[in-house]
């Protein structure tokens, strides 16, 4: 890992630390638990895609795995709320290894179509099959701890933060590493990578299997936050939500996924001085955002940053 990524983990610490110390608003920490779960969920996508190349339209479907298995078993079968969010992210790495197998022949949009296809159907499952139908269910416990039960939305949110500093802390290191630098390979060319003797599929499916659980991860802290969970949370929607947090943080940079999934998290809420006209505005902004920062805000403010400290320090 190199210094740069050391100091950027040091300043997130040092962020969601100070954060609810300087906010006494329990809105304004809610807003960062929300910021919080979407970045697992975007850290995820990211790798799938920006490093790995691959295209999902299902990580939705992930998510909502995560925080049924979780919510049912720790609600009715009395299964600890930990033991639980596991055996949720077991059930995702399966899932996507179901899908991956087949869908990962395909390419491009091709591929889009098939993971688009996953999520939708694990919408309908939970909307014809899933406890409460398309109303939902509640009374999901909140999570526990050594015997101790979080509450507050100070202990959820440091909690949250800390996972998504832990998530982030062992992504870099994995991006980092030989797999790492044969995500970025199979990016670039799958040909070569088979002609240099790499298992290509075998790779994909465990950068599938890792971005699902990463989702999982984040469907069940929001179902033992919330405490009330429905399908509807987990609709084609959440995922082009997703899909736009990495694109406008930035799909080719890990921190992108953390900036990207705040921005659009805490946009909507900076909007609704707009009152009807926010939805419009809103569209508007992203679309600007496309247009003219194609590369994401990340990597657009790390390339003036190279520019303005010069090229010996740009080169070292």
Avoid at 71 to 76: A, D, G, R, T, V
């Amino acid at each position: 890992m190199k210094k740069e990524d050391v100091l950027s983990l040091l300043v997130l610490v040092l962020l969601f630390v100070l954060f609810p110390l300087l906010s006494n608003s329990s809105y304004t920490l809610t807003i960062g638990i929300f910021a919080g779960i979407n970045s697992l969920v975007a850290i995820g996508l990211c790798i799938l895609m920006g490093y790995a190349g691959q295209v999902s339209l299902g990580q939705a479907g992930f998510y909502g795995i995560g925080a049924y298995v979780s919510s049912i078993l720790s609600l009715h079968a009395g299964l600890p709320v930990i033991l639980s969010a596991v055996c949720g992210m077991i059930v995702a790495a399966f899932a996507a290894v179901i899908l991956a197998v087949p869908a990962l022949r395909l390419k491009g949009h091709y591929l889009a179509v098939a993971t688009l296809g996953f999520g939708e159907i694990i919408y309908i499952i939970l909307n014809e099959w899933g406890p409460g139908g398309p109303s939902g269910f509640g009374d999901i416990p909140h999570v526990s701890v050594l015997g101790y039960t979080l509450v507050s939305t100070e202990e959820y949110f440091y909690l949250i933060w800390v996972l998504v500093t832990a998530v982030m802390f062992f992504s870099i290191n994995l991006i980092k590493s030989r797999t790492g630098r044969a995500l970025r390979a199979i990016h670039d060319s799958e040909l070569a990578c088979n002609a240099m003797g790499l298992n290509v599929t075998a790779i994909k499916i465990k950068v599938f299997i890792l971005s699902a659980v990463y989702a999982s991860l984040a469907g069940s802290l929001y179902a033992h936050y919330v405490t009330f969970i429905s399908p509807s949370s987990f609709s084609l929607f959440y995922s082009i939500l997703v899909l736009m947090m990495v694109i406008v943080g930035g799909i080719t940079n890990l921190w992108g996924a953390i900036i990207g999934a705040v921005v659009i998290t805490v946009l909507p809420e900076l909007l609704r001085k707009f009152e009807e006209l926010d939805v419009l505005v809103y569209g508007l902004i992203l679309t600007l955002t496309l247009m003219f920062f194609r590369k994401g805000l990340v990597p657009l403010i790390a390339e003036k940053l190279k520019k303005f400290r010069g090229p010996a320090v740009a080169e070292h």
